[in-house]
């Protein structure tokens, strides 16, 4: 008998016909032989709509106070899931984070998981029911205060449960057939990947593409769970995400071992751009404003700075970093704008970044050309360049991103024969 931990995100369990479906699978799932454990996410917008009343309230919603009304979106769907799963005449019992022994640290809105106690959970499924858990909450180790863990979090919570009840698979379950070369609402020519390692998705992730919660590749890959990415709508095979590169390999024998150069294309509107003007360029100058971003908690990406124009013994340096982070860090910088002796702030959220990812980059020579002629030749214009190992990103303006996107899929030669199937969602 295996367990399995399966996760349907918030387009699977959209309406009461969405739930029923959801219901009839996790039986089906059970009536192989298997125990299952169910991590839900909240009922299709439900969280987006949750976020707008708030706003509707107030500016500043108290961080506490947030994380109280965010958990509630998938208390909703755990109790109507369990309802539909006895109405079918199966056992369930729904358990919210804290239940389920989910604790975390006390950053409200992006908690991090520490310790996972699910004693209950277990307990549930030896009696002969199926454990259905709240995604993306927790308790605060410190505080008992309740948290969340940032959006696409019930993915996080999925793999942290497989990881601490010695799960066989964890197998998310979404509204596309499993993890494309890039986002098939934006490239309909995408095509499914069939095996993706750790490593390039959490580059991917990490890039944007939203199909995985970056924290949950992380924690896949830290405790050894296979993740298998695949539809809710269909019985298709998805994508398997595999911890090691030994299980790569495992998987491919018989194939040919050649990696593809670039397993894919991510993008991300989420990101604001923030240029610092006018920074004495002197030792300490850096230290001392990413010390500030870091006390406001805000996890930034690229950096670049400028070449001191000759003369002033001044530089202007820019980053980017999570849009829902920028009023507090601006406020932040704002305070100690005299201390650090910068002259201003510039602010921009009209930007997107789109990011090429592949193992195979590190062995072949041409891709940035092939990457940046591709950009040149659809007119985009590029503002910041970074790059790992395994991955070239650039930020661009956000009318642009998607031309840019598509256009350096097809200059990999990615494009498929036949469009990519989104199943719902809304894309929000
Ligand atoms: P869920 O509600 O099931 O968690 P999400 O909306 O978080 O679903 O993630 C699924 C969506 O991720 C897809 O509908 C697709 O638009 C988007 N996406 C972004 N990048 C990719 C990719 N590389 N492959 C597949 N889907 C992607
Ligand atoms: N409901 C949360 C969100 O919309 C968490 C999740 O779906 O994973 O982000
Ligand atoms: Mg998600």
New binding site residues.
Partial sequence: MSLIVQ??????VSDAQGIKRVARRIIDTRAEGNDVVVVV?AMGDTTDELLDLANQLTDEAPAREMDMLLSAGERISMALLAMAIDGLGAKAASFTGSQAGVLTDSIHGKARVIEVSPQRVRRAIDRGYVAIVAGFQGMSKESNDITTMG??G??TTAVALAAALGADVCE???????????????VPA?Q??DTISSEEMLE?AAS??????LRCVEYARRFGVPLH?RS?FSTNEG?WVLPSPDDQIKIQEGEPLEQPIIS????DRSEAKVTIVGVPDIPGKAAQIFGIIAGAHANIDMIVQNISTSGTGRTDISFTLPMVDGKHVQEALRAAQADVGFEDISYNEKVGKLSLVGAGMRSNPGVSYTFFEALHQAGVNVDMISTSEIRISIVTDADKLDTAVRAVHAAFDLDAEQD?T????T??
């Fill in positions: 996760k349907f995100g918030g387009s699977s996410s959006r696409g019930s993915d998310i379950y979404t509204d596309v057939d499993g993890i494309y070369t890039a986002d098939p609402r934006v995408a499914k990947i991917m944007g593409a939203k199909i995985l919660h990415v809710s994508t894919g294309v991510a993008h990519a989104v199943y719902g969602g894309g929000r």
